[in-house]
Nanobody
């Protein structure tokens, strides 16, 4: 399994932006599809976005389309989730995950083999 480390969470006002990062110390990350998930208190984990190994494919949950953008910098072994126009309902712990099925994208958690520890995002005035 990969060791994934998320960063970039925090407190932001509604309408604001944050950029989350998912990093791995080695180049192995480049060969994995990476997904972002979130889990709010009392709710099930939800798939937010996913990007294939070389960035050819991406997908988004309907709830974040047009506001969030996923990207990856394989030279830095890092995947990003740019979150714009944040809403209070985006408040959750955000996790990144890695799947060996590198050519496809998934928003279902069972497709992923490795998970990070999560980073808290709170959207509140």
């Amino acid at each position: 399994q990969l060791q994934l480390v998320e960063s970039g969470g925090g407190l932001v006002q509604p309408g604001g932006s944050l950029r989350l990062s998912c990093a791995h110390s080695g180049s192995t990350l480049n060969y994995y599809t990476i997904g972002w998930f979130r889990q709010a208190p009392g709710k099930e984990r939800e798939g937010v976005s996913s990007i294939s190994a070389w960035g050819a494919r991406t997908t988004y949950a309907d709830s974040v389309k047009g506001r969030f953008a996923i990207s990856r910098d394989n030279a830095k072994h890092t995947v990003y989730l740019q979150m714009n126009i944040l809403k209070p309902e985006d408040t959750a712990v955000y996790y990144c995950a890695a799947s060996r099925r590198s050519a496809q994208v998934f928003l279902t958690s069972y497709e992923y083999d490795s998970w990070g520890q999560g980073t808290q995002v709170t959207v509140s005035s």
